[in-house]
């Protein structure tokens, strides 16, 4: 189901200390990166790594497969890239799909990317997260693959940018709508804490697993929430 020329890769920051600052964590990172991947693309036609390997594209869209998420739902996928999330959405028979990135170049690469495939019905758009516009609102679904994972990694106060992050989420999404997460940085009980006020767990998704010195664990985290229908968001706290 890959776009042709992708490469598989992990999320920004995976196999680094926890949470280090790390320019992986910077604006002017993604920028640079996008930008050879824009003129990599415009050369040979390599869309660029795919986050968490085409297995993580397959698992989300199974789950909405399997929950018989309409496909007219909006869908937002927070922090794009390439947008070949979407274009393997819409393949699937999605109609209504948006995807932001911070990066211009980001937004120029899913773009031709969109066209190469013949996807006409997906939009995408320059949009800071941690400051969306006001049109950026009424959504079913978010999806993110890697994008909290960068924030968290950010030289200037994560831990601020982190609450921003799911107070942009609250504003974004519909109550009751869904948030699907996948991380290499964060265990489920972490976003669990992170995603506490607004938000219920629904489902943890299978990801492959590793065993060292006896023990089994993931190198990934899948996670699906709910924004709850009443009761307190981040969105509505003054701290």
């Not at 993110?144 to 831990?159: R, V």
């Not at 942009?168 to 290499?184: A, K, N």
């Not at 804490?193 to 767990?201: A, C, K, N, S, V």
Request: net charge negative; hydrophobic share 35%; aromatic share 10%.
């Amino acid at each position: 189901m890959a776009v042709a020329g992708e490469r598989r890769g992990l999320g920004p920051g995976c196999g680094e200390a926890p949470f280090s600052p790390s320019v992986l964590g910077t604006r002017e990172h993604w920028d640079a990166a996008y930008e050879r991947e824009l003129q990599t693309f415009q050369d040979i036609g390599d869309a660029g790594e795919i986050w968490f390997g085409e297995e993580s594209m397959v698992r989300l869209i199974r789950w909405m497969e399997k929950h018989k998420i309409p496909l007219d739902s909006s869908v937002l996928d927070i922090g794009t890239g390439n947008g070949v999330l979407l274009v393997e959405l819409a393949k699937s028979g999605y109609t209504n799909l948006t995807g932001i990135d911070y990066s211009p170049s980001a937004i120029q690469l899913s773009e031709q990317v969109k066209e190469k495939e013949g996807m006409s019905n997906i939009k995408f758009q320059v949009e800071d997260f941690l400051a969306p516009s006001a049109e950026l609102s009424g959504f079913q679904i978010c999806i993110d693959k890697g994008t909290f994972d960068a924030i968290s990694l950010n030289p200037e106060n994560a831990a601020g940018k982190r609450k921003e992050y799911v107070r942009s989420l609250c504003s974004v999404l519909q109550p009751e709508g869904f948030f699907l997460i996948t991380s290499c940085n964060w265990t489920k009980e972490e976003l669990l804490d992170e995603f506490r006020e607004g938000f219920e767990i629904l489902e943890e998704l299978p990801t492959p697993k590793f065993c060292f010195g006896g023990r089994i664990g993931n190198s990934v985290t899948a996670l699906v929430f709910q924004r709850k229908k009443v009761g307190p968001c981040i969105l509505d706290r003054s701290d």
